[in-house]
């Protein structure tokens, strides 16, 4: 079987599908899981995407979840260990029919915000969002069925939006601070 890299239009049953995926991750890593984020383009409301959940979550030490590798296996994911970014744990879930993908990290880790903000951002700019999905049905229309391609005609886009949302974070976070400040005064 080949990996598919269709798009598809946005369902508003991702987030149920992440909220039950989380709920069986809570039953198997128990108290290791600190927080969990609905992230990728699932996470962000009427964004077409490839159906695939991506859940980050925050854990007390990726040395510890190392130790779940055969509990996670049982679930149908497949322990990928850093898989090229430092510091994290990755876990795909599906074979080349995918379904989900698992993303953990120490508490706290930097790499976190990245996600976060770069979801956020996506939802609180819609026509940021729309200017993506063209980029992604069309990487998919390209590299169909291959992956790495699919995500190397991406690659540009997203480090530059990952740019942008982390900037859009950051000012958004130091104009709370100075609103919360004002309240004070």
């Known amino acids: 079987m080949v990996r598919s890299m269709k ?3 946005y369902s508003a049953e991702w987030p149920t599908l992440y909220d039950r995926e989380l ?3 809570r039953e198997v890593l128990g108290n290791e899981i600190v927080r969990a984020h609905h992230i990728g383009s699932t996470a962000v409301p009427g964004l077409a995407a490839k159906p695939v ?3 980050l979550l925050e854990v007390r030490s990726v040395e510890q979840l190392d130790a779940f590798d055969n509990a996670m296996g049982k679930l149908g994911y497949q322990p990928r260990g850093e898989f090229g970014i430092s510091g994290r744990r990755y876990y795909p879930k599906g074979g ?3 379904t989900h993908h698992v993303h953990a990290f120490a508490v706290d880790d930097p790499q976190i915000g990245n996600y976060l903000a770069f979801r956020d951002y996506l939802r609180a700019h819609p026509a940021s ?3 993506y ?5 069309e990487a998919s229309m390209v590299h169909e069925t291959d992956p790495e391609g699919y995500v190397a005609f991406k690659h540009d886009f997203v480090e530059r939006m990952v740019a942008v949302a982390v900037h859009w ?3 958004s976070r130091h104009r709370g601070q100075l609103a919360r400040q004002q309240d004070f005064e």
């Open 7 to 9: 798009v598809v239009d």
């Open 23 to 25: 709920a069986v991750l």
């Open 53 to 55: 959940i991506d859940i």
């Open 96 to 98: 080349d029919d995918r």
């Open 129 to 131: 969002a729309a200017e």
């Open 133 to 137: 999905a063209a980029v992604k049905r």
């Open 169 to 171: 974070a950051e000012e």
